[in-house]
């Protein structure tokens, strides 16, 4: 069993991505969920995870009954130092982290381990969270800071750091790439979509609306195959520069081509993402907006095998253009990016 530390604040896309890597993927409490297996290998190039511990125990948000648990567990099957790492995730529980580490630190000394805190051999992680909303004013119900929420109604999970996913989303930000176009999705976010779409060695990503080639760029870098196609040839263009410029190592075909009639043949692709053109900001030179995006989902049905999942991100619900498709929502969440603008995800796969 494993513990998943989850990244931002939309704990559902979140573990939805996680399913990529993890069998199982289980919500816990915000910003933790469970796995009961783990490819440590996929889980690397999650966005929205952080690491995954091997679970060792799980109590109470507080320190005293994280303690008890910890002994309870021992003794562990573990050669070389050690060191404890605590988190406040999502600084719900004020518990202080500090004492934490050096409370149960003191747990594993007994056990006869040796603290090393700058290289240590294993890290044993204590995650605190509770539920959201719950306060204790007064500080009467015995959470380790006043002002917070009972260590009762939270959890701490105790577990041996597995795995920890790659960042580095920062160092490829849209405007840093060869060929830039405002509006243009974030590293992270294009990084979760192509997940879910299936992104991984030995499998091919379509994008049938590349842009400026973000979720191709994504899904090249955790080892998928890529192929992508826009109305355009500037977009054509630049982005074969971007995935010249940043991915190594796998196949990628850029073509100009309608979304509505792809040059491909049936079945080629193991998974879909592509981005909606917004309101009447894109240029759209033949289709009427709904026709696109309609005629588009037929297409990438044709083209992608019967296990395939196609996910479709818009400014608005496409649910109805969806129905009369091969296409069955299985998930959809709507993600804020700034006051006027909140991207629907529509996760789509086809019925059995």
């Known amino acids: 069993m494993y513990c998943l530390e989850l990244a931002g604040e939309d704990d559902a896309f979140a573990a939805r991505e996680a399913e990529a890597a993890a069998a199982g993927v289980d919500p816990l409490a915000p910003g933790l969920a469970l796995a009961g297996h783990v490819d440590r290998e996929r889980l690397r190039g999650l966005a929205y995870t952080h690491a995954a511990d091997e679970l060792v125990a799980r109590t109470e948000a507080g320190i005293h009954a994280a303690e008890i648990a910890l002994e309870a567990a021992a003794p562990f099957d573990r050669e070389g130092t050690v060191a404890v790492r605590a988190r406040d995730v999502r600084g719900l529980t004020g518990v ?76 490829r930000r849209p405007t840093d790439r060869p060929f830039f176009q405002p509006g243009s999705m974030a590293p992270m976010d294009a990084r979760a979509l192509a997940n879910i779409a299936g992104a991984a060695p030995g499998r091919t990503i379509l994008d049938p609306m590349c842009g400026t080639g973000g979720t191709l760029i994504e899904a090249g870098l955790v080892g998928a195959d890529v192929v992508g196609t826009d109305a355009q040839w500037k977009m054509v263009r630049g982005t074969k520069k971007n995935l010249d410029a940043l991915v190594e190592g796998v196949d990628a075909h850029v073509s100009r081509a309608d979304a509505t009639r792809l040059p491909l043949r049936d079945d080629v692709v193991g998974g879909v993402v592509f981005d909606a053109p917004y309101g009447r900001q894109s240029k759209i030179a033949t289709h009427r907006l709904e026709d696109l995006v309609g005629g588009a989902l ?6 992608s095998g019967d296990d395939a999942t196609c996910v479709l991100m818009a400014d608005r619900d496409w649910r109805e253009a969806v129905a009369p498709t091969e296409w069955r929502v299985t998930d959809r969440f709507e993600r804020r990016v700034h006051g006027s603008l909140t991207r629907h995800v529509h996760v789509l796969e086809k019925p059995p």
Do not use: K, M, N
């Not at 149960?104 to 992680?125: K, N, S, W």
């Not at 037929?298 to 083209?303: G, I, L, P, S, Y």
């Open 96 to 171: 202080s982290t500090a004492d934490a580490e050096r409370r149960l630190g003191g747990v594993l000394v007994a056990q006869g381990y040796e603290v090393d805190l700058d290289d240590p051999d294993h890290e044993l992680r204590a995650l605190f969270s509770a539920a959201e909303g719950l306060e204790d004013p007064d500080g009467s119900e015995g959470a380790d800071a006043p002002g917070r929420i009972p260590a009762s109604d939270g959890v701490c999970v105790l577990g041996w750091l597995g795995t920890e996913s790659e960042r580095g989303f920062g160092e």
């Open 298 to 303: 037929r297409e990438v049905a044709r083209v």
